[in-house]
């Protein structure tokens, strides 16, 4: 049954509120500080709040101040505040202030009823619009919720709608094709072709006609014309990976249908414009190429009108377990596999691993605890990871520093080995919830607000 806090001072009132409102389970306040202490305990999707309360029941301001605190500690609450017939003028403050409705006394039951079904289904439709938008994120294809990533994910979707050509940096692993491959569903061109290339992965003397195709007869074995990669991404998206290994010979080429957008095959004389979008990759420091003459300039600037670098996963410690988690429900389906979760072993073995091979060594890891597992749960030896302590960063000494940033980390920890469950993260941090609230807020960890509250 759906928890509904009803807070008023008059017994009376208590009692005939119980009975009509059968339909609910029912707790009872009769001041500010039961009605807070019920409100930490039950946390009720609905409150009904009389604004005259004790010590000053003649006037709103104790019932102000009550709905006040409610909004601060659980935001979400659905607040009905009651007035009395001259009280107009309070009721339209309570709104302003957060709450969702009035009535005036004298009560009656069905339209209290109304009112709090109303409530509820209101309630519940915000819950459902919170987890489509978990499970239906801003870049699809990317997971995590750490602010570095949510800030290149944003980057990302405002590039996407333009044409402009984008570098991914990163290491090995990274997610740099999940990257482009986001930017290419989320642009006008999603509809058209993502065409991806490797330019390290082909033999040098091969990759011109790989990228730009050839005409009959351009060399030996070449029996027909061919389309290269280019062409066959018309009107879509190119996605270079690994450009800096690209040999210097063939950067001259690809600059120039960079800057003119036509290609001439090999072998031909004519000219063919193509409209596609670019996007590049590269592990390696371009910067560093270009100062040792092994990158043309000219490239670099034209291949990086816009720059995401994608962080490493030993500094994405927040969403090693979400991701964790979202590899073991596709392989649990993918192998038809009864694995439940993570024991409390295995989770801190994840999130003190090093990730060398960062999100690619996660998932094979997966991939094998899966197959391997012996019991219901995967533990830390079914990943099989070798002791690698991540890097020790430098000591702050500023003691307030310290304190935000260990409290931050324990929050986010939690928060993942909960499974986003904000009350169970509140119950292994050892605090209430809505003392969690306060602490998400003074960290600026808004995006754990809108993750999926399973209790």
């Not at 102000?64 to 505040?81: C, N, Y």
């Not at 709090?116 to 994120?137: C, F, G, Q, T, V």
């Not at 994910?153 to 482009?180: M, N, P, Y």
Request: aromatic share 6%.
């Amino acid at each position: 049954m759906d928890k509904v806090l009803v807070v008023d001072d008059d017994l009376g009132i208590q009692k005939q509120l119980k009975w009509a409102l059968s339909e609910f389970d029912t707790v009872f306040a009769a001041d500010r500080s039961a009605a807070i202490a019920q409100l930490r305990r039950f946390e009720p999707t609905v409150v009904t709040l009389d604004l005259g309360l004790p010590p000053d029941p003649a006037n709103a301001s104790e019932g102000l101040l009550t709905l006040q605190e409610i909004m601060e500690l659980l935001p979400r609450t659905k607040v009905i505040v009651v007035t009395g017939n001259n009280e107009k003028e309070n009721a339209l403050k309570a709104i302003s202030m957060g709450a969702y409705d009035f009535y005036q006394k004298p009560i009656d039951s069905d339209t209290i009823n109304i009112l709090i079904k109303r409530a509820l289904n209101l309630a519940e439709l915000e819950n459902e619009n919170r987890l489509l938008s978990l499970s239906n994120p801003t870049m699809g294809r990317i997971i995590g919720n750490s602010d570095v990533i949510q800030a290149i994910s944003r980057k990302a979707e405002k590039i996407a709608l333009t044409d402009i050509t984008a570098l991914l940096l990163g290491e090995s692993g990274t997610g740099k094709e999940v990257f482009a491959r986001s930017i290419h569903e989320h642009s006008n061109r999603k509809t058209k072709p993502f065409v991806a290339i490797n330019c390290a992965s082909i033999p040098e003397n091969l990759l011109e006609s790989e990228l730009f195709g050839y005409e009959k007869g351009a060399f030996t074995g070449a029996n027909k014309t061919t389309l290269g990669k280019i062409e066959t991404a018309q009107g879509g998206t190119l996605f270079l990976d690994e450009i800096g290994d690209m040999p210097l010979g063939l950067q001259a080429k690809m600059l120039r249908f960079l800057q003119e957008r036509v290609i001439e095959r090999v072998g031909g004389r004519s000219e063919i414009p193509v409209d596609i979008r670019v996007v590049c990759a590269t592990h390696r420091d371009l910067q560093c190429m270009v100062k040792e003459e092994t990158f043309r300039e000219d490239l670099y600037y034209r291949v990086g009108e816009i720059v995401i670098s994608i962080p490493p996963l030993r500094d994405r410690e927040e969403d090693v377990v979400l991701l964790a988690r979202t590899f073991l429900n596709q392989y649990r389906e993918e192998y038809a596999s009864k694995i439940k979760g993570f024991s409390d072993e295995a989770i801190d073995a994840m999130l003190t691993y090093a990730w060398p091979g960062n999100i690619r060594e996660l998932q094979n890891k997966l991939k094998s605890a899966v197959v391997l597992a012996e019991s219901s749960v995967i533990n830390a030896d079914d990943l099989g990871l070798i002791t690698k302590v991540k890097e020790t960063e430098p000591m702050l000494l500023n003691l307030r520093e310290v304190r935000e940033q260990a409290e931050s980390k324990a929050i986010r920890r939690a928060y993942n080995q909960s499974e986003q469950n904000l009350s169970k993260t509140a119950e292994v941090l050892g605090v209430t919830r809505p003392t969690l609230y306060s602490l998400i807020d003074k960290y600026h960890l808004e995006d754990l607000k809108n993750g999926v509250n399973i209790a």
